[in-house]
T-cell receptor, first 116, second 114 residues
Framework: NAGVTQTPKFRVLKTGQSMTLLCAQDMNHEYMYWYRQDPGMGLRLIHYSVGEGTTAKGEVPDGYNVSRLKKQNFLLGLESAAPSQTSVYFC???????????????FGEGSRLTVL | GNSVTQMEGPVTLSEEAFLTINCTYTATGYPSLFWYVQYPGEGLQLLLKATKADDKGSNKGFEATYRKETTSFHLEKGSVQVSDSAVYFCALSPSQGGSEKLVFGKGTKLTVNP
């Protein structure tokens, strides 16, 4: 039961470097999300997608880009990493409106990113 | 706007103690309310939910009742176990919103000692 899979799980970057986090889900969900989790801040939505080929900004989108070329994949990119982007990143998916009504998001295990 | 406020942790209890984690919310209309749990090294997973006033959500011995009059959704468990050690998040979904509008609290870390 794969569910939501994130890669890589750990990464260390230098300021200014770029990288991409990959999220894959095998539940045929329409909605996918990227959150960041910081101590004392809870979860904050970065970007989300309501279907293949769509993306939208969340609460904290600056410094990030996303793409949803295939329904099962949602990529999060950092073009020029900054120390403020040191965080744990979580991908999640849900079955669209049903997810909204039931509140059930399915999360990956997280990707810990450190920017030096 | 919509917001969720949880009691600040960390919370440390002995095994078999009673647990309460307070959660209050601010929202227009009639939101749905949720508790998520995050075990060490894992992502969040839905623990329980309630979609209308006076509903009680329950799972794994945990309970929470949707109280509209006090805008609260406190999480309780009568006898905690070491395996309940985790971070607990209260969340709401606005009545008119999709899942992208889920609002999470900041989380409360629970440690249960044997």
């Amino acid at each position: 039961n794969a569910g939501v899979t994130q890669t890589p799980k750990f990464r260390v970057l230098k300021t200014g470097q770029s990288m991409t986090l990959l999220c894959a889900q095998d539940m045929n969900h329409e909605y996918m999300y990227w959150y960041r989790q910081d101590p004392g801040m809870g979860l904050r939505l970065i970007h989300y997608s309501v279907g293949e080929g769509t993306t939208a900004k969340g609460e904290v989108p600056d410094g990030y880009n996303v793409s949803r070329l295939k329904k099962q994949n949602f990529l999060l990119g950092l073009e020029s990493a900054a120390p403020s982007q040191t965080s744990v990143y979580f991908c999640a998916s849900s079955s669209g409106l049903a997810g909204g009504l039931t509140g059930e998001l399915f999360f990956g295990e997280g990707s810990r990113l450190t920017v030096l | 706007g919509n917001s969720v406020t949880q009691m600040e942790g960390p919370v440390t209890l002995s095994e078999e103690a009673f647990l309460t984690i307070n959660c209050t919310y601010t929202a227009t209309g009639y939101p749905s309310l949720f508790w998520y749990v995050q075990y060490p090294g894992e992502g969040l997973q839905l623990l329980l939910k309630a979609t209308k006033a006076d509903d009680k959500g329950s799972n794994k011995g945990f309970e929470a009742t949707y109280r509209k009059e006090t805008t609260s959704f406190h999480l309780e468990k009568g006898s905690v176990q070491v395996s309940d050690s985790a971070v607990y998040f209260c969340a709401l979904s606005p009545s008119q919103g999709g899942s992208e509008k889920l609002v999470f609290g900041k989380g409360t870390k629970l440690t249960v000692n044997p």
